[in-house]
Antibody, heavy 122, light 107 residues
């Protein structure tokens, strides 16, 4: 059974960079079928897609965050990572990593991590 | 960006009743529409993909329909474990966007 697990600091200071890692187990991140993505959810609010990365390094980002987002993949560790720079209180959210099917297969997010709450506060 | 609008934002229903949630896209998304269920403190769970395909392991009381801009999620007989928030999501065009959610509560 595929599992995804987010890890990283639960607290970030304003203007600094938030860094999270997602570890994939039970399957290979080096698949032609899937992208690996990040989605966030501010407390009590809805879901916002941040970006996706393919095992080769190809990325898609939400234009609303693109200037501050960097994603990377480490196939040797079966992990992918998110960096969000210049954070403010508005970036406080539960951050989820997830697996996304290729567009040709419908593009759904079929496996999710449990989520990690990141609070931006001084 | 494609805007996704769900209705209603919340509803109260009794166990055993049928529930219908609608989702409208701001432009045609063909059948690139997915539905997720989220319970408090948990990650979203994929229920339906490609508008009408049931994800493996999801009970058959859930069904989806629609194409183009208008979609529905139907729960044929609401069960206690179905009380949750439901989100639609379009996977037609990046940025992938979600509806605002529909909270299903106990009546």
């Amino acid at each position: 059974q595929l599992q995804l697990q987010e890890s990283g600091p639960g607290l970030a200071k304003p203007s600094e960079t938030l860094s999270l890692t997602c570890t994939v187990s039970g399957g290979s991140i080096s698949s032609l079928t899937y992208y690996w993505g990040w989605i966030r959810q501010p407390p009590g609010k809805g879901l916002e897609w941040i970006g996706d990365i393919f095992y080769s390094g190809t990325t898609y980002y939400n234009p609303s965050l693109k200037s501050r987002v960097t994603t990377s993949v480490d196939t040797s560790k079966n992990q992918f990572s998110l960096r969000l720079s210049s954070v403010t209180a508005a970036d406080t959210a539960v951050y989820y990593c997830a697996r996304r099917l290729q567009w040709e297969l419908g593009g759904a997010l079929d496996y999710w991590g449990q989520g990690i709450l990141v609070t931006v506060s001084s | 960006d494609i805007q996704m609008t769900q209705s209603p934002s919340s509803l109260s229903a009794s166990v055993g009743h049928r529930v219908i949630i609608t989702c409208r896209a701001s432009q045609s998304i063909s059948s690139y529409l997915n539905w997720y269920q989220q319970k408090p403190g948990k990650a979203p769970k994929l229920l339906m993909y490609a508008a009408s395909s049931l994800q493996s392991g999801v009970p058959s009381r859930f069904s989806g329909s629609g194409s183009g801009t208008d979609f529905t999620l139907t729960i044929s007989s609401l069960q206690p474990e179905d009380f949750a928030t439901y989100y639609c999501q379009q996977s037609y065009s990046s940025p992938w966007t979600f509806g605002q959610g529909t909270k299903v509560e106990i009546k």
